[in-house]
Structure formats: C-alpha cells, structure tokens
C-alpha cells in the first residue's frame, strides 16, 4: 500500500504544488489588473458618448441658414458623413464631415472650387464664433471658438451614389458610395458584439497624443479597425483593454501596407502615406508599435494608472 506519494497521491510534488499556487496567484492579479482598466476605459468611453452634440447642432443650423439665404431660399441638403455617421465620433478628435448636397440650386452650375469659394467667402464673414476658417481643394473647414471643427464638402447627387470634388478640385469625381464603408462598418462591429466603434474612439483618443506629424487620419483609424476585427477569435475577450491591445498590436504591420477604399472615392485610404514601406508609414508602424509596447510595460509593473495615461487622461 506504501509509495502514493502520501497527501499528494503520486500525481503533484510540492514544488509542482507551490508552482500551481503561484500561476493561480499570477491569474488572479493579471484578472483584477484588466478589471480596473476596463473600468476606466468605460468610464472615459462614457464621458465620450455624454459628449453634447447641441453645439454641432446649432452650427449647422447656422450653416445652412446661410447658404440658403444667399443662394435665394433654395434649399440645400446637409448630410452628416465621416465619423458622426459612422458614430465614431469623439468630440474634440474627430473632425465633423457634412456633404452639402447642393442639386437643386443655383450652385450645381457651377465647378466644385467655385462652389467652395462661394460657401467659403459667405460663411467666413457671417458666421459667429468662428476662430479660424480654410479652403481647401475638396472642403471648406470651419474652427469654431469652442473648439468644434465642422468640414464642408459639395456633392452632388447621382443616380447611385453621390458626386464628390475631384482631388484637384476643378471637376467632380466619379460616383462613389460613402454609405458602404459605413456598412461595412457595422458589420464588422455587430460580428464583435458591438464593442468595435468603442474601440475605434479610444484609438483616436491614444492618436491625438501623438505630434502631428505621426497622427493617422480617423478615416484610416477606422479603416484599420475593419481590417483588424473582421477576423478577431471568437474566442478572445470583447472589453476595450484586450480589444485595444489587439488593435495596436496588429496596426503596425498592416499601417505599412496601402488600405483599399471601401467606398470608391480613392484607390486608398491612406495614399498621403506613399507606397508600402515608405519612410512615412515605418514612420507610423514604429508610433503604433510604441502604444503597443507602453500597454506591455503597464502591465508588467500592474499600473492602471500608466496604462490609462497613454489615452493622456
């Protein structure tokens, strides 16, 4: 009957014990560690979404009042795109993208740059509160004091699809159809229980911490985000910390790579970076790379309060 090993019935030593009691003790830390961080994260994702939208609101409104009065009471259409359709949006990091349609008035005569001249010159002199306004070849960007930044852009609807400015703003693009980035979208995020738009806020959030110069557009945030959860493991964890550890673990090889447009407006997404490899997207796979490695280190020492401040809250 002798040799069972006693209470450990042959199967575990006591070294092997005490190795099981300490992986036991890891887990648990590692457990309560992802816990306090998916706390903060949605309490900032909750200051997020409480963010108010009357001020975007009210200066659309104001927008539209002018443009109409100085076109003849025609009406114009304001269509809300980039990150506000997409609900992406995150107040004070996401620029706000509105399509004038303008089909029915006077305007639709005229070349985009025309057009952008026009609602550029009216809207610089009449607007309140405006701290700074620009023109480019596609927009005409408003700053507005409070800090909200509302682009314009003319369009011109089609049969299919809507008609854009051309890149050099002397023609109008071909048709394209922005509703279907923002479907796919979507589809990506109910695959992930909903929890990808989330992620997709807190990754502009940790991008405008970044100088200027290395900040990727929210356009080919997102674009990454499709990329990265269209095949995310069922089987991984669906909270923002281990979704965003994901996302910028992965981001720093696809970022040198060119996206295709889903939408049909361009080749890319992400042609202001160059070809594959260029020295702007090493650029931004090393940014990238670096959140990646921050979130590692935070957790390695088991500060919340570090891993939190790569959001720079």
């Known amino acids: 009957m002798g040799g069972t090993g006693g209470i450990f019935g042959g199967r575990f030593t006591p070294e ?31 200051d997020y979404n409480n963010r108010d939208y009357d001020a975007v609101s009210s200066h659309l409104d104001e927008i539209k009042e002018i443009i109409e009065d100085e ?18 949006y995150v107040d ?18 005229l070349p985009p740059k025309d057009i ?26 408003i700053r507005f004091a409070d800090d909200i930044e509302i682009q314009l852009v003319p369009a011109l609807g089609a049969a299919d699809g809507i008609r ?10 071909s048709i394209i159809r922005p509703e279907k980035f923002a479907e796919k979208l979507t589809r990506v995020n109910e695959s992930c229980g909903d929890k990808v738009v989330p ?26 985000a499709i990329e990265i959860f269209e095949s995310y493991p069922d089987s991984n964890v669906r909270a923002p910390k281990q979704m965003l550890e994901y996302f910028f ?37 090393y940014t990238l790379d670096r959140v990646a490695k921050r979130m590692k280190d935070a957790e390695e020492i088991g500060s919340v309060e570090e891993w939190i401040s790569i959001l720079g809250d």
Request: charged share 25%; aromatic share 4%; no cysteine.
């Open 164 to 173: 854009l400015p051309a890149t050099d703003g002397e023609a109008w693009s």
């Open 71 to 88: 076109i003849g009471g025609s009406t114009i259409r304001l269509i809300f795109g980039g990150s506000v359709k997409k609900h992406t």
């Open 16 to 46: 092997r014990m005490r190795e099981m009691i300490r992986e036991s003790q890891d887990k648990t830390q590692e457990a309560e560690f992802a816990e306090a961080v998916n706390l903060a994260l949605n309490d900032l994702l909750a």
């Open 92 to 109: 004070g990091l996401s620029d706000v993208d509105v399509l004038v349609r303008v089909d029915k008035t006077e305007l639709s005569a």
């Open 249 to 285: 673990s992965r981001a720093p090889e696809l970022v040198k790579m060119p996206i295709r447009d889903k939408t049909g407006q361009s080749l890319h997404v992400d042609d202001n970076l160059g070809p594959e490899h260029s020295t702007e997207r090493i650029r931004a796979a």
């Open 199 to 224: 992620v997709i806020k807190l990754a502009k959030g940790i991008n405008s911490q970044s100088p200027s110069s290395t900040q990727l557009s929210g356009y080919h945030i997102e674009s990454l």
């Open 116 to 141: 952008l001249k026009f609602m550029h010159s009216k809207l610089q002199n009449q607007l309140s509160d405006v701290a700074k306004t620009k023109i480019g070849k596609m927009a005409v960007t």
